[in-house]
């Protein structure tokens, strides 16, 4: 079981790679985000380190959704997700797979990427670490969040237009709590880890919840 687990995670993993057009289109799309609101909000270095937390987790909201559709729906076209369905591999744990993948290649390189990007968003020094470290534990509530409206839409011709409006709302808590803990490592009045772990917590609950939630979807789409 745990060696089909491993396959999915490697060949998923191998695609995004092979593509060329997972992973690194999400991470140039973040580049290319936080490059230009700086040109949008003008030369006031105060109001943009003020905002920045937030350009960063917008930005990481947004090149998340990014090639999102294509986790089942290539799958569903091709017909390795009948293959799937059909293995003794339990359902939940083949999303779980996918899901894993997703993140490996999406969010943990957006988080890496987080305290180079925060010079361009005048970010403190002492608050690059911190940043980073909220996008490294939120991301994988956006993958996982994101893996339960990819299977909603995997059947669908056109899903990748319903995608964002179905999954956006579900993030609000995670982008509320991502800001919040970013802006505490500025020196806000919240302590930092009161936020943090709650951000945790909700990595761990959309982890578990849209897991299950997936594979029913894909259940249903049969």
Known sequence: ?????????????????????????????????????????????????????????????????????????????DGSLDLIRASALP??????????????????????????LGLLVALPGEAMLPVAGTLLVGTPALSFIGATGAALTAGLKRGGLILPILVAPLTVPVLIFGVSASNSALGGTVPFLTPFLILCALSLATLVIGTIAAAAALRQAE
Do not use: Y
């Open 1 to 77: 079981m745990s060696g089909a687990f491993l396959a999915i995670l490697k060949r998923d993993l191998a695609l995004a790679a092979r593509a060329g057009g997972g992973g690194e289109l999400a991470l140039v799309f973040f580049l290319t985000l936080v490059v230009l609101v700086p040109f949008a909000l003008g030369p006031d270095l105060n109001l943009l380190s003020r905002i920045g937390p937030a350009i960063l987790w917008l930005g990481a909201l947004l090149a998340t959704l990014i090639g999102l559709d294509r986790l089942f729906q290539g799958d569903e076209e």
């Open 91 to 116: 359902l939940e744990l083949a999303v779980l797979a996918k899901g894993l993948a997703h993140w490996l290649t999406t969010g943990l390189p957006l988080a890496l990427a987080a305290p180079l």
